[in-house]
């Protein structure tokens, strides 16, 4: 509910684990030239996308695996927003416990 009501960036980068952070921070110079934004404003572009997912997913824990401080769920996900993907999706969810369980990779199967 925060992403789809708007979180900012710092916000954000708190649910993540330290190396995807740093990860995602070093792809931003090569996405401000593709993009010919400037940081703030891939971070917006950023946000948005994730705003949008958020709220166009209908997503279901299928699995949930934890081994010490490595975490792995399992998500279906389906468009409700009539996007052009309306077939079930997956998604899987490392996470690893920094602190409290962070977010450390993201992998979706459409």
């Known amino acids: 509910m925060k992403v789809i009501n708007g979180l900012s960036f710092e916000e954000d980068k708190a649910y993540y684990s330290k190396r995807k952070q740093e990860e995602v921070e070093s792809k931003f110079p090569q996405y401000m030239k593709q993009m010919g934004k400037s940081h703030t404003e891939v ?4 946000l948005n996308v994730s705003r949008e ?17 490595i975490a792995i769920l399992e998500y279906s996900q389906k468009d409700i927003c009539g996007n052009e993907s309306s077939s079930q999706e997956n998604q899987k969810i490392k996470m690893v416990n920094e602190n ?5 990779d993201i992998e979706i199967g459409l």
């Open 43 to 46: 971070i917006e572009v950023y």
């Open 53 to 69: 997912v958020a709220r166009c997913k209908e997503i279901t824990l299928v699995s949930e695996v934890i081994d010490a401080n």
């Open 100 to 104: 409290g369980w962070k977010i450390d």
